[in-house]
């Protein structure tokens, strides 16, 4: 263990040097640090924070390779030169072609979001003279997987800093933050460039250069068609494997649901907020399927195609899926207590569906909603944890009267 | 300053840093929000209270020996009204646009939370020739606010200062395009013309204030 003896030499030279909370963060990124607990009753374990982030990430990794593929497949396939994909495993998505097209574009962003995020961190835990926190790890893997494909770096490092400094840094960092950072970073990008975010121009790389002329050729979402009272020609198979246009890494939702299965079981993500945020979405489809089947809505309404969708459609198109597996399931932002997990998580689904159709001009309600149940998330914990006093409470005084 | 007292400057000078009525005392936040999206709005609402709250405090503390301090809050509520529609009347006869831009918050001064607190704070017990420092400073601390929250939106979301398009043209000549920073591929924020915005950057300005000056940090 050459490099890692030498490592800790370094450290020990330059402790309390006012760069060293820098070198501590890629010291403890590659090995355990030397100094740990060896007496008193701790608990010794090894899924640290650390380990706990590189688990989302290792969940992440085959969303980010399919989004590679995917952003060359539907520039190709746009461009006419490729037949679209049949099976998961169709030549015509897993092509070398597809892969150069997707990593020439979707690897900068990956770069951009962990420069710029790391950076950021970085100033702040030397100014504040803590160590690195590791917060970032997984944000800055997230970012790049729910922003459209063309996003300007700029643009994305303007994001970056906003989110990670008004989002997280100025209430305390890692840990302490009351919004989901990913989904500030592509909040903020969203009203602050919306003809980058929105639209039917933005999800096709190149769409302007493949037409030829001023005009893009279309490559509207799903969503964005439904509400514009549009067909469109994906059927179920294509939504639920993923050969959709969109955001980067938020279309398959098989590989989202596999990256779930593997958080749930190495127990870092709470299948409670998942499962009751997909229940909470069946519900408010349910509900607009019924007044769609009551006819208090015709086809003349704007609302139309969208309620009309089948309710369990709306976890399969958009960022449904991502944002109840990846987003929801943030610990620090979601609700501590099981109770108040069910109903922050029913909740988030429920609104995100319902944004989804009474506005068509946020088609990303899910986005919304989990920043809006971010926000309740300390609130409904209160009332859990006071509603078990009161219960105790009761027994107590049953039991001494 | 020679003509003013020490003390007298402080009147002044306080409001403008240490004692801000919109960073320090949190007072007069929602007009700061509501109309910063131009630097010349944030400008004409910051002459506008500076009228207001100077002939304001002077003429409260002139009455504050024979007002009745049961009904004080009415009248007031009076003088502020008062000023308020000569400052509208003013606006809607040489500013007509302008006006219209301001709309409802020219009315809504009355409500601003800065005036009545220097009136009930200061001018009930000062004479008319510190309440009227006192006015101007509170304003202008007020105004200095506005302005910088001002710049930095209309820089931002609009790319224009007053007006004048500094940082280019988005959309420029036919055939040339965009010019300045847009024809390398900068855009506007769009971020920066919505409320939520104004509160992020005074919530920024109070940041700065307080790391600059660690006395003003509030214990907790």
């Known amino acids: ?401 | 300053m020679g003509l003013l007292s020490k003390k007298d400057q402080k009147l002044i000078l306080d409001p403008l840093a240490d004692d801000n009525p919109i960073t320090i005392q949190v007072l007069g936040i929602c007009s700061a929000l509501a109309i910063t999206a131009q630097l010349k709005a944030s400008i004409v609402m910051s002459i506008s209270v500076l009228f207001v709250l100077g002939v304001g405090n002077v003429v409260i503390s002139l009455m504050r020996n024979i007002i009745p301090s049961k009904i004080r809050i009415i009248v007031q509520l009076i003088v502020v009204a008062t000023l308020v529609i000569i400052v509208d009347q003013v606006l809607k006869a040489y500013a007509y646009s302008l006006s219209k831009e301001l709309s409802v918050f020219v009315g809504l001064i009355i409500t601003n939370c800065i005036i009545m607190g220097r009136f009930e704070a200061f001018a009930l017990g000062n004479g008319p020739w510190r309440s009227f420092l006192d006015g101007i400073g509170n304003a202008l601390g007020y105004g200095v606010i506005l302005i910088i929250v001002g710049f930095f939106r209309e820089l931002l979301g609009s790319g224009t200062l007053l007006g004048f398009k500094v940082l280019g043209d988005p959309i420029g000549d036919p055939v040339t395009g965009p010019t300045g920073l847009y024809s390398i591929g900068y855009e506007n924020n769009g971020f920066m013309l919505l409320s939520p915005m104004a509160l992020i950057v005074v919530g920024l300005i109070i940041w700065v204030q307080r790391s600059r000056n660690k006395a003003l940090i509030e214990e907790n």
């Open chain 1, 1 to 401: 263990m050459g490099l890692k003896q030498n490592l800790h030499k370094i450290k020990m030279k330059y402790e309390g040097k006012k760069m060293a909370p820098a070198f501590n963060a890629i010291h403890t990124f590659l090995y355990s640090p030397n100094e740990t607990t060896h007496s008193g009753s701790h608990i010794r374990a090894v899924d640290d924070l650390k380990r706990t982030m590189n688990t989302v990430i290792m969940a992440l990794v085959p969303c980010l390779i399919f989004g590679i593929f995917n952003a060359g497949y539907q520039h190709y396939l746009a461009a006419g030169e490729i037949e679209s994909a049949t099976s998961f495993f169709s030549g015509d998505f897993w092509s070398m072609q597809n892969f150069s097209k997707g990593a020439w574009k979707v690897l900068p962003l990956v770069v951009i979001s962990y420069g710029v995020g790391l950076l950021v961190e970085f100033i702040f835990a030397v100014i504040k003279g803590h160590e690195v926190e590791e917060g970032y790890l997984v944000t800055g893997m997230l970012v790049p997987l729910i922003v459209p494909v063309d996003t300007p770096l700029w643009m994305l490092s303007v994001a970056v800093i906003f989110g990670v400094v008004i989002g997280k840094e100025v209430f305390g960092g890692t840990g302490m933050n009351i919004l989901n950072p990913a989904l500030t970073i592509r909040a903020f990008l969203f009203f602050a460039y919306p003809t980058w975010m929105s639209g039917d121009k933005v999800w096709v790389t190149e769409a302007k250069e493949l037409a030829g002329g001023p005009d893009a050729i279309s490559g509207e979402t799903i969503l964005g068609s439904l509400a514009q009272n549009k067909p469109f020609d994906y059927d179920v198979a294509d939504m639920f494997l993923g050969f959709i246009p969109g955001s980067v890494g938020e279309t398959s939702t098989i590989l989202i649901l596999l990256g779930g299965l593997f958080l749930i079981f190495s127990k870092i993500g709470s299948w409670r907020i998942m499962l009751s945020m997909a229940l909470g979405g069946l519900a408010m489809g349910l509900i607009f399927n019924g007044v769609v089947s009551q006819e208090w809505i015709t086809e003349s309404s704007k609302f139309y195609s969208l309620m009309s969708t089948e309710f369990w459609h709306h976890l399969i198109i958009g960022g449904f899926a991502f944002g109840m597996v990846f987003m929801a399931t943030d610990p620090v932002t979601a609700s501590q207590t099981n109770k108040g997990k069910w109903i922050y998580g029913f909740l988030a689904g429920f609104i995100s569906v319902m944004i989804r159709v009474f506005n068509p001009a946020y088609p990303e309600g899910v986005m919304l909603a989990i920043l809006l149940m971010n926000v309740f998330a300390p609130t409904i914990d209160h009332y859990v944890v006071q509603g078990n006093v009161k219960k105790r409470m009761k027994r107590l005084k049953v039991k001494t009267a």
